[in-house]
């Protein structure tokens, strides 16, 4: 029952910590000063949901949050894969947050009927916050998908890239078995994907974009990163054997680009773990 | 032994506490504060914090730990955070969204938040000329509770108390 627990709330906040990270990369940088503040929000929203997440764990293990989230080697982190890839560029940002949004959206529906008390309190708590994203997330995706041709095809481009890894996000758990016996989840994460899938399908369709550039690797065993070699030279490490592209964070596997961003947040921590923050 | 008087003091010591992002609000005032306990002198404070990832916590907790010990008759204070219920924009006092307004915040809209309903409302009141001509620039801003506004009456930009 606590290992349940763990295995389901570790993947919970490593995916909204590391995908915070990347959204705080935006810091400074985004394309204009309103969607400097939005992501800088949307990440400092998403960090603090992971700090909530691990104090469940901390009271439950022992442990401490820090130490969860900076304490740890890169292959005892359960996010997807999807959440560390690199920004790219600000249509791959895009994608992958409204994808991610859409995604924890049904995820954190179903965490309201956990029947850990905490967790679904939790979970309530942090769909009324998430609202947000999904909100400024589907002004984006609609405002460029309704623009210049350009704007169109990069979307899809990143929809290419990213839809595959987005189902990922609802592998298999570690100890899923008990996770269900328990009801700590009221259904399974592939019930999950199926539901991501449809919604996320449908609002496509609703969007002009064409659904059909995804629809078709659901299922697929062998999906190889449809445009972008990159994806697939940065598996290429022996440690990341992965079986798919961009498959196997539930597993602890990662790509090189996860590694360089591990390197980076967890390096003040390496240095002084004892540090008060 | 449960003290209600006690409670009663330390709950308007409570008053006292502020929000440390809009200093013109205390904690009571955006109904943060859940429930007051005192068992003998033993007091224990429960509050609902605003956004899960909200970095004024930390010293929210300080300061009631600070204003409850200065209370007489005190001996141990303790601080409990919860996140049921969920704390909503529907509990800001009228008292707060009044404080909030004179501060150029925007309260949010009245009446019950829908959790399905992802648009923000459609007017936020200006306030400073009371316009209701206004739109909405970024539902974010510069703290994790607030969204961007410009109202075209009065030609200022402002923030909203976001609802939740």
Redesign the interface.
Same mark, same amino acid.
């Given at each position: 029952m606590k290992e349940a627990l763990v295995s389901l709330v570790t993947a919970l906040a490593d995916d909204e910590l590391i995908i915070g990270h990347r959204h705080s990369e935006w810091t400074g940088f985004a394309p204009h000063i309103?969607e400097d503040?939005?992501f %800088? %929000?949307?990440a400092?929203?998403?960090?603090?949901?992971a700090?909530?997440y691990y104090s469940l764990i901390a009271e439950v293990t022992g442990t401490s949050p820090d130490h969860m989230a900076l304490g740890r080697e890169p292959f005892e982190y359960r996010n997807a894969v999807l959440c560390e890839r690199l920004n790219r560029d600000w249509s791959y940002s895009l994608v992958r947050h409204w994808l991610y949004d859409t995604a924890d959206d049904v995820r954190l529906a179903a965490l309201q009927e956990s029947a850990d008390? %905490?967790l679904a309190? #939790?979970a309530?708590?942090? $769909? $009324?916050?998430e $609202?947000?994203h #999904? #909100?400024?997330a589907?002004a984006w995706i609609k405002r460029v998908s309704e623009g210049p041709v350009e704007g169109r095809t990069r979307l899809i481009d990143a929809l290419g890239m990213c839809y595959a890894e987005a189902l990922a996000l609802f592998d298999i758990l570690e100890f899923e078995d008990s996770i269900l016996e328990n009801n700590l989840l009221p259904c399974s994460s592939s019930e999950l994907r199926g539901r991501f899938s449809m919604r996320a399908t449908s609002e496509l369709d609703d969007f002009g974009l064409p659904a059909d550039v995804h629809r078709d690797l659901d299922d697929s065993a062998e999906f190889l990163a449809s445009s972008s070699g990159d994806l697939i030279a940065s598996e290429k490490d022996a440690s990341s054997a992965s079986a798919r592209p961009g498959i196997g964070g539930r597993a602890g596997m990662h790509s090189d680009e996860f590694k360089a961003l591990w390197d980076e947040m967890t390096s003040t921590h390496r240095l002084h773990p004892e540090a008060q923050w | 032994m449960v003290s209600a008087s006690l409670a009663e003091t330390v709950w308007t010591a409570l008053g006292g506490v502020m929000d440390p992002e809009i200093p013109a609000v205390s904690i009571t005032d955006m109904g943060m504060v859940l429930d007051v306990v005192a068992e003998d002198n033993d007091v224990s404070v429960t509050i609902l914090p605003t956004?899960?990832?909200? +970095?004024a916590i930390d010293v929210i907790v300080q300061d009631v730990e600070g204003a409850v010990a200065a209370v007489e008759g005190v001996e141990s204070v303790r601080v409990k955070l /919860?996140? &049921?219920p +969920?704390?909503?924009t529907e509990r800001i006092s009228p008292e707060g969204r009044t404080k909030l307004r004179q501060s150029g915040l925007a309260p949010p809209a009245e009446g019950p /938040?829908l /959790?399905t &309903?992802?648009?923000?409302p459609e007017v936020a009141v200006c306030p400073f000329c009371g316009g209701r001509d206004t739109a909405n620039?970024? +539902?974010?801003? +510069?703290t994790?509770c607030r969204?961007?506004y410009y109202c075209r009456s009065c030609r200022n930009p402002f923030e909203q108390f976001?609802p /939740?």
């Open positions: 309103e503040v939005a %800088s %929000s949307i400092q929203d998403e960090i603090g949901h700090a909530a008390a %905490s309190a #939790l309530t708590k942090m $769909r $009324r916050e $609202r947000y #999904l #909100l400024h589907n | 956004f899960t990832g909200c +970095p /919860v996140y &049921d +969920p704390w909503s /938040v /959790v &309903d992802i648009r923000l620039e970024n +539902p974010f801003g +510069p994790p969204a961007i976001k /939740v």
